[in-house]
């Protein structure tokens, strides 16, 4: 059976069918994605910082400009930003046209990882005249999972508003994530929410959800709970699976060929409600790619995520 045939087989159904019938060990077996890699995921942890830094010096020979924002009074409510220089003969481009935005939130089951831990993808935008942007957030258990939807939320309304200042177009942001990430770029690429000082959501034309986990209740009851509080109610207002999806965001989900069979189901899911609420959804599965090194082809267009994702642009 075909990937694409997966997810219209489970457009229909109703999340959290599979799950319940797990016990608690085998759950949280199946919600941790370093099963599938003998457990030791930090040699990935490092290759996100070493290929950031990379990122960092290549953009910046490349004349782009590094910008650092914050979108709240907090330490860890902040964003770097990169946008690529403009193009020698700029005055000569349509309407001076300018870069699209790429917003990438980083995962770590909101409790690891940092923003400048997640410039890896920058390089790869600029190459193609997109700027970038790795949104921070303030981490579990010092936030809950609701604190980090808003704070994203904030981030990407700054983001926005800053849009004309900073040089990208602000009708043309996609928003990409990992893991985590990709609950939180889910969230806030849902329709429908307000700002916290009001006014409508910035636009999102599309999203990028790779390895995502759309359904948290799975994870009450399991250590992964421990730093996120989650009981019942607060999983299921925080799930985008189990929200209304109509008006969603063009998107493409995306998952590793070595992902557990829960973070698979998860995501052929939430494709399939997607397809199901009329939104446009693609499905990627990347062979010979697991739940932490899928991330790093983000915006390689020598691989089909980083031309999948590239070609979201207008």
Known sequence: MTLQKAVENESGRVPGAAWRTLSLSAREEAYSPSSCIGGNYQPFVKAYAVQSQA?????????????????GALPSQRMD???????????????????????????GYWQELSAQDSLFAASGCVRQGVAFAAIDYTLAPQASVGDIIAECRAALVLL???????GFDAQNIVVAGSSAGAHLAAMVALPGWKPAHGGT???VRAAVLVSGIYELEPLVGTTI???LGL????ANVHSPALLPLAGFARSLVVLGYNETGEFKRQSRVFAGQLVAGQSVCDVLE?????????ILDLADVSTELGRQTLSLFG
Do not use: K
């Open 286 to 294: 990347i062979a010979g790619r697991n739940h932490f090194d899928v």
């Open 231 to 234: 009981n019942v109610a607060t």
């Open 201 to 203: 959501a910035p636009p």
């Open 160 to 166: 926005a508003r800053e849009a004309g200042a900073l």
């Open 55 to 71: 990122a960092r010096a290549e953009t910046l020979a490349m004349g782009a400009s590094w910008h650092a924002l914050r979108y």
């Open 225 to 227: 709970n421990a730093a």
């Open 81 to 107: 930003v990169c946008v690529p220089a403009p193009p020698a003969h700029a005055h000569q481009t349509p309407a001076n046209r300018q870069p699209g935005l790429l917003v990438f939130i980083h995962g």
